[in-house]
Nanobody
Framework: QVQLVESGGGLVQAGGSLSLSCSAS????????MYWYRQAPGKGREYVAE????????DYADSVKGRFTISRDSSRDTLWLQMTSLKPDDTAAYYC??????????WGQGTRVTVSS
């Protein structure tokens, strides 16, 4: 079983930067895609970004394109979301998700990001 744990959330001023991480443990070789999602208070879950494990291909939601960068470190055990030019609308709980062969989808517990104006 794969387990995911996010960290790095906090308070940042508009225009600032913040990096989130998601540590994966277990049978990480079975992961095919990893994703970041977010959910603002009172809102539905929103797709943010994805990365394909096999070739490193990435994609982003239009709302964050050009501001956020998704990546994995060389060990393939940690997922990162580097956020720049943050806006108050980016305030949300951020979750990592993994698509896993033989397991389906697993989620982390989330980490909260608050962007002040």
């Amino acid at each position: 079983q794969v387990q995911l744990v996010e960290s790095g959330g906090g308070l940042v001023q508009a225009g600032g930067s913040l990096s989130l991480s998601c540590s994966a443990s277990g049978r990480t070789s079975s992961i095919t895609y990893m994703y970041w999602y977010r959910q603002a208070p009172g809102k539905g879950r929103e797709y943010v970004a994805e990365i394909k494990r096999s070739d490193g291909h990435v994609d982003y939601a239009d709302s964050v394109k050009g501001r956020f960068t998704i990546s994995r470190d060389s060990s393939r055990d940690t997922l990162w979301l580097q956020m720049t030019s943050l806006k108050p609308d980016d305030t949300a709980a951020y979750y990592c998700r993994a698509a896993i062969v033989g397991q389906g989808v697993v989620w982390g517990q989330g980490t909260r990001v608050t962007v002040s104006s």
